[in-house]
């Protein structure tokens, strides 16, 4: 069976996109134990193994290209290929392209390799794009997703101009239209109060609400240290930060209903309210 792809791009640049992307499958992988893979493409600014402490991965995006390229990487490759560790579980972690000068020579073909090989290997696959849409990553990930979800914050300098931009324009020539995106905006504490209302910036951007994010500024600590797989394999409430967007994914997968026979009391809890308020 085909498993589900989840796209995150970012309304603009460095945001916290990749942070919840990346959150969003660990909590999944978390609480079904099912498999999921993080694919990070981010052609041009691939961060993801600094935030795991990883300094020089085994395996990156740029490293399994020739394979793409001669149609030859499988599901089970791939898994082969994928980071793991015993704070991930479950979840499998792909890093990105490391030779920044080569980002504009991925053609969609690869990218569409990519996520072909990624939905035979994973129960879920949540891949991390770049806020442009100068890149085959971005285009195609966005085309064929299942969800799509567009990061933004209360700044009207991080919605307005690269929405309409990026998303609206650009995304209309591959047949993609704003309501066709969700809206996560991400509220930070260290941020001044104040901002746009989800209300206002879906008024403004034409995409669909789906949900809002709190996040501490230990999170952010964390990405510096290199240590956040550690952090959310902490606490339970660091890994919850994330339920905003991964319990209504869950129910819109009709994962929870497969969580019903869990041991964790809690976690039933948890998904009928999620229901309940959708």
Not at 203 to 230: N, P, W
Request: hydrophobic letters at 35%; aromatic letters at 8%; proline letters at 3%.
């Amino acid at each position: 069976m085909s498993g589900k792809l989840a796209a995150f791009a970012g309304s603009t640049p460095n945001i916290g996109t990749s942070l919840t992307a990346f959150g969003t499958a660990y909590r999944i992988a978390a609480l079904t134990g099912r498999k999921v893979g993080y694919l990070c493409l981010n052609l041009k600014s691939a961060k993801t193994h600094l935030y795991l402490g990883v300094d020089k991965p085994d395996v990156t995006l740029d490293g399994v290209r020739p394979e793409l390229r001669a149609g030859t990487l499988s599901g089970e490759k791939l898994r082969q290929y994928a980071f793991r560790s015993p704070r991930l579980g479950e979840l499998h972690v792909l890093f990105g392209n490391m030779t920044r000068e080569q980002a504009e020579y991925y053609e969609p073909e690869d990218i569409q390799k990519l996520l072909a090989a990624s939905r035979e290997a994973f129960d879920l696959t949540i891949a991390d794009v770049s806020a442009y849409w100068d890149n085959a990553a971005t285009v195609c990930a966005m085309k064929e997703a299942d969800d799509r979800f567009l990061v933004t914050t209360n700044s009207l300098s991080h919605f307005q101009e690269d929405i309409h931009r990026w998303t609206g324009q650009v995304g209309s020539q591959f047949g993609l239209t704003p309501e066709q995106f969700q809206l996560v905006l991400l509220h930070s504490n260290h941020r001044t109060t104040g901002g746009f209302r989800m209300k206002e910036i879906r008024k403004e951007t034409g995409c669909d609400a789906f949900t809002e994010l709190r996040l501490t500024e230990s999170i952010h600590l964390q990405l510096d240290s290199g240590r956040l797989d550690e952090w959310l394999a902490s606490e339970e409430r660091n890994a919850a930060a994330f339920d905003g967007v991964a319990s209504p994914l869950l129910n819109r997968m009709n994962w929870s209903e497969r969580l019903q026979k869990t041991d964790r009391p809690w976690l039933r809890r948890l998904m009928v309210h999620r229901r309940r308020g959708t």
